[in-house]
Structure formats: structure tokens, C-alpha cells
């Protein structure tokens, strides 16, 4: 399975402001995802990171508030703009080889 | 859209005894079902899956069986040891190749020495 890193592993921010959270994979990959755990919940998907265009975003996520980059196929970023303590949670991103998912370790995220 | 419900929310079990877990989904398209298990703290963990073309899986202690016409598929474990001590998701594929998953709502399974 693919080696997936996220950078950071956890912020303490303050409302308002906003964290990029970055992940790598160890190779290339077609699709990758980000999910938002909150605490003590499932995992949620917030939009397919689609490599040279625009992210496809879930019912409920919206590009202005969850910015996604995916400038090559080993890279990807989701900003979470305008933070409020709701967005505390921990963000996941993910990669599919064929059905399988694989997750990064995550980044827990406070905000104040 | 797919909606995945995940039965029981809790499950305490006595050390060497059996658990298990269910789910059940709306969408009879879907055709992939994995299980991963989330220990505290750390990232979801693919531990077995199964696809429609087949009624069970099974590897070493842990086993899942598939019910398409009924739409639910469940997760055995047997034998449990208290490192089984965790959170298990189901998830199922939204629809066929999207290789998106919507997840159940997990089940936090406690081992009993």
C-alpha cells in the first residue's frame, strides 16, 4: 500500500483565520480524497482532489470554504478557511488503488 | 444518495468470545464493502473487504459475510484479544468505479480480559 504523510499532524488555530494541511504520497496515485472526522464521529468526505481541475465537493462542503490544490499526482492541499470551533475536527486524506482506500495519519485541528 | 447504517454502536465482549457487527445500505448498486478499524488516535485501517460477487471473505480470525438481495454485510470477529479493542467502520462504495465511500457511524468495540 501507498505511504501517505500529512503535514501538520495537529494546529491549534484561532477563529477566523485559516490552516492548509498538506499530504504526500510515496507515488502516484488517480484519486485522491479528503474526509473530516469530528470528534467521537464517522468520516465524512469532503470532495475528490482531481488532479489539473477543479475538486469535486460533497453535498454540504463548498469550494470557498474548503479550497483543494492537487498540482501533481503524488500532492495535494485542503485549506479550511475562515475557521469558527465548529471546524475542530481531524482531516484525512486518502488514496484509492483500484477499490482500497488508504488513509494519512490525519491532522487534528482546534480552533479557539 | 447512499445512506449506511451500522449496528450495535457499542459492543463489549468477553476475551475469546465472538463479535459481531452489522450494516446495512439503501443503494443496490453498490458493489464494494470494506472494514476498517480505527484504534485511538490513529488513521482508519483497512482490515477486510469484500465485493458483491462473493457471499464471504475470510482472514485468520476475522471473517465478512455479504447479503446483497437483503443489503446488509456484517463483521465476525472470533476469538477476540483485547488489541481487537477499537472502533470499526463499514463503508460502502457510493456507486460502481467512484471509489468514494460513504461510512457508517461505528462501533466502539471493548474487549473484556
Known amino acids: 500500500s501507498a505511504v501517505i504523510s500529512q503535514k501538520p499532524s495537529r494546529d491549534i488555530c484561532q477563529r477566523g483565520t485559516s490552516l492548509t494541511i498538506q499530504c504526500q504520497v510515496d507515488s502516484q496515485v488517480t484519486m485522491m480524497f479528503w474526509y473530516r472526522q469530528q470528534p467521537g464521529q464517522s468520516l465524512t468526505l469532503i470532495a475528490t482532489?482531481?488532479?489539473?481541475?477543479?475538486?469535486?465537493?460533497e453535498s454540504g462542503f463548498v469550494i470557498d470554504k474548503f479550497p483543494i490544490s492537487r498540482p501533481n499526482l503524488t500532492f495535494s492541499t485542503l485549506t479550511v478557511s475562515n475557521m469558527s470551533p465548529e471546524d475542530s475536527s481531524i482531516y484525512l486524506c486518502?488514496?484509492?488503488?483500484?477499490?482500497?482506500?488508504?488513509f494519512g495519519p490525519g491532522t487534528r485541528l482546534t480552533v479557539l | 444518495g447512499e445512506n449506511v447504517e451500522q449496528h450495535p454502536s457499542t459492543l463489549s465482549v468477553q476475551e475469546g468470545d465472538s463479535a459481531v457487527i452489522k450494516c446495512t445500505y439503501s443503494d443496490s448498486a453498490s458493489n464494494y464493502f470494506p472494514w476498517y478499524k480505527q484504534e485511538l488516535g490513529k488513521r482508519p485501517q483497512l482490515i477486510i473487504d469484500i465485493r458483491s460477487n462473493v457471499g464471504e471473505k475470510k482472514d485468520q480470525r476475522i471473517a465478512v459475510t455479504l447479503n446483497k438481495t437483503a443489503k446488509h454485510f456484517s463483521l465476525h470477529i472470533t476469538e477476540t484479544q483485547p488489541e481487537d479493542s477499537a472502533v470499526y467502520f463499514c463503508?460502502?462504495?457510493?456507486?460502481?468505479?467512484?471509489?468514494?465511500?460513504?461510512f457508517g457511524q461505528g462501533t466502539r468495540l471493548t474487549i473484556n480480559p
Open positions: 486518502s488514496v484509492a488503488a483500484g477499490d482500497t482506500q488508504y
Open positions: 463503508a460502502v462504495e457510493m456507486w460502481q468505479g467512484a471509489q468514494k465511500l460513504v
Open positions: 482532489a482531481n488532479q489539473g481541475s477543479e475538486a469535486t465537493y
